[in-house]
């Protein structure tokens, strides 16, 4: 069995546009690697944060760090390879 890991709805939250604006349905996509890794500013942030607390503790920020650099890491690639937020390795295996 493999396994791999993928960023959750990447092109909703994510992805952006040939001009660098939040990706829509009916835009094209970025071909290329990402300048920046677009985030959105939730309101509901601190209840999140709590949750996540609750279940992991200190490691809150552990876990927040890893998510950021998985997603960082699908940034740096071609569309072709980070569609659908898939982390890949340097084969471009997930």
Request: with cysteine; glycine share 10%.
């Amino acid at each position: 069995m493999s396994r791999y890991y993928r960023i959750v709805d990447w092109d909703e939250h994510y992805e952006v546009d040939r001009e660098n604006r939040a990706w829509k349905p009916g835009r094209t996509f970025r071909q290329a690697p990402l300048e920046y890794l677009r985030v959105r500013a939730r309101r509901d942030w601190n209840v999140g944060m709590l949750q996540l607390h609750d279940k992991v503790g200190g490691m809150v920020w552990f876990y927040v760090g890893a998510f950021e650099k998985l997603c960082g890491i699908v940034a740096c690639e071609e569309r072709s390879r980070r569609e659908g937020g898939v982390v890949r390795n340097t084969r471009g295996r997930p």
